[in-house]
């Protein structure tokens, strides 16, 4: 197939090349950013767990006095108060 008309396929051409939508740069979103919002009971969860990491395991002021005492022959609980040390918060549970 031969075309003759060459004029006819350029007018062709530049109608197809202006209904084209070009695309320009992507406006800014209108969407805000994602928030985190902890409530009050988090915030006195976090407080309360990092106080409990702040406390010492083992009180070693207590344990040191408890050393001294049994170094020099002078402790000597009674076994009431060594049982209602061990057993101090378990009258509420049923066992």
Avoid: C, H, W
């Avoid at 202006?18 to 979103?29: F, G, I, L, M, W």
């Amino acid at each position: 197939m031969k075309i003759t008309n060459q004029m006819s396929i350029l007018n062709v051409a530049k109608a197809y090349g202006k209904t084209v939508k070009r695309t320009e740069a992507p406006e800014k979103s209108s969407f805000e950013s994602d928030k985190v919002e902890i409530s009050s009971a988090a915030r006195e969860i976090q407080i309360a767990r990092k106080a409990l990491n702040d406390v010492p395991e083992v009180r070693t002021d207590k344990l040191d006095e408890i050393k001294q005492l049994m170094n020099s022959g002078n402790y000597k609980p009674s076994a009431d108060d060594i049982v209602d040390k061990l057993f101090s918060g378990i009258e509420s549970k049923k066992i």
